[in-house]
Protein backbone atom coordinates (compact mmCIF):
# COMPACT_ATOMS: atom_id res chain seq x y z
CA UNK A 1 0.00 0.00 0.00
CA UNK A 2 1.51 3.48 -1.04
CA UNK A 3 1.32 6.32 1.08
CA UNK A 4 -0.02 9.63 0.34
CA UNK A 5 1.89 13.00 0.68
CA UNK A 6 -1.26 15.63 2.08
CA UNK A 7 -0.51 19.37 0.81
CA UNK A 8 -2.98 21.81 3.25
CA UNK A 9 -3.83 24.87 0.25
CA UNK A 10 -3.37 28.26 2.03
CA UNK A 11 -7.49 28.42 2.15
CA UNK A 12 -7.62 25.24 4.28
CA UNK A 13 -4.70 26.88 6.44
CA UNK A 14 -6.65 30.20 7.03
CA UNK A 15 -10.04 27.87 7.50
CA UNK A 16 -7.87 26.10 10.45
CA UNK A 17 -6.79 29.44 12.21
CA UNK A 18 -10.31 30.64 11.64
CA UNK A 19 -11.37 27.82 13.80
CA UNK A 20 -9.13 27.69 16.38
CA UNK A 21 -9.34 31.17 17.05
CA UNK A 22 -13.19 30.72 17.50
CA UNK A 23 -12.63 27.37 19.90
CA UNK A 24 -9.57 29.62 22.11
CA UNK A 25 -12.43 32.07 22.39
CA UNK A 26 -14.41 29.56 24.24
CA UNK A 27 -12.18 26.95 25.92
CA UNK A 28 -8.37 27.29 26.12
CA UNK A 29 -7.81 23.54 25.56
CA UNK A 30 -10.50 23.04 22.29
CA UNK A 31 -7.98 24.27 19.46
CA UNK A 32 -5.33 21.65 20.53
CA UNK A 33 -8.29 19.26 20.54
CA UNK A 34 -9.10 20.43 17.47
CA UNK A 35 -5.60 20.30 15.98
CA UNK A 36 -5.07 16.48 17.33
CA UNK A 37 -8.16 15.95 15.57
CA UNK A 38 -7.35 17.32 12.09
CA UNK A 39 -3.74 15.63 12.39
CA UNK A 40 -5.63 12.05 13.30
CA UNK A 41 -8.16 12.33 9.94
CA UNK A 42 -5.10 13.38 8.14
CA UNK A 43 -3.06 10.68 9.32
CA UNK A 44 -5.89 8.39 7.46
CA UNK A 45 -6.28 9.90 4.53
CA UNK A 46 -1.76 9.16 3.93
CA UNK A 47 -2.97 5.67 3.95
CA UNK A 48 -6.22 5.40 2.31
CA UNK A 49 -7.73 8.82 1.13
CA UNK A 50 -10.28 7.07 -1.47
CA UNK A 51 -12.34 5.51 1.14
CA UNK A 52 -14.66 8.53 1.74
CA UNK A 53 -16.86 9.46 -1.52
CA UNK A 54 -16.85 11.62 -3.67
CA UNK A 55 -19.38 14.80 -2.77
CA UNK A 56 -19.35 17.14 -5.66
CA UNK A 57 -16.58 17.45 -8.88
CA UNK A 58 -13.65 15.45 -7.45
CA UNK A 59 -13.97 16.54 -4.11
CA UNK A 60 -14.27 14.15 -1.35
CA UNK A 61 -15.15 15.13 2.57
CA UNK A 62 -13.63 13.45 5.41
CA UNK A 63 -16.02 14.05 8.80
CA UNK A 64 -14.09 15.01 12.06
CA UNK A 65 -15.50 12.64 15.20
CA UNK A 66 -15.61 15.40 17.48
CA UNK A 67 -16.50 18.80 16.23
CA UNK A 68 -18.66 19.98 13.42
CA UNK A 69 -15.94 20.03 10.65
CA UNK A 70 -14.97 18.38 7.32
CA UNK A 71 -12.15 18.00 5.43
CA UNK A 72 -12.66 18.98 1.85
CA UNK A 73 -9.95 17.22 -0.35
CA UNK A 74 -8.93 15.65 -3.54
CA UNK A 75 -6.60 12.85 -4.28
CA UNK A 76 -4.01 13.75 -7.28
CA UNK A 77 -3.32 10.63 -8.81
CA UNK A 78 -0.28 11.09 -10.14
CA UNK A 79 1.82 12.93 -7.38
CA UNK A 80 0.06 10.21 -4.84
CA UNK A 81 -0.97 13.49 -2.99
CA UNK A 82 -4.27 14.41 -0.65
CA UNK A 83 -4.95 18.10 -1.31
CA UNK A 84 -6.88 19.37 1.40
CA UNK A 85 -8.59 22.66 -0.32
CA UNK A 86 -10.98 23.65 3.02
CA UNK A 87 -11.69 22.63 6.57
CA UNK A 88 -15.42 23.84 6.55
CA UNK A 89 -17.82 23.83 9.55
CA UNK A 90 -20.43 21.23 8.51
CA UNK A 91 -23.02 24.20 8.62
CA UNK A 92 -21.24 26.65 6.18
CA UNK A 93 -22.39 26.27 3.07
CA UNK A 94 -18.75 26.47 0.90
CA UNK A 95 -18.71 28.48 -2.37
CA UNK A 96 -14.92 29.16 -3.75
Same mark, same amino acid.
Given at each position: ??????????? *? =? @????? *?? =???? &???? &? !?? &???? @? @? !????? @???K??????????????? #?? !?? =? +??????? +????????V??? #????? #??? !???
Amino acid at each position: MRKYSVLILPS *A =K @EDIRE *AR =KWYR &QHND &Q !LP &QKFT @E @E !LKLIT @ETLKLRPAVHAIRYRNVRF #AQ !LY =K +FPYSIHY +FIDETSFTVNII #AVCHT #ATN !LKR
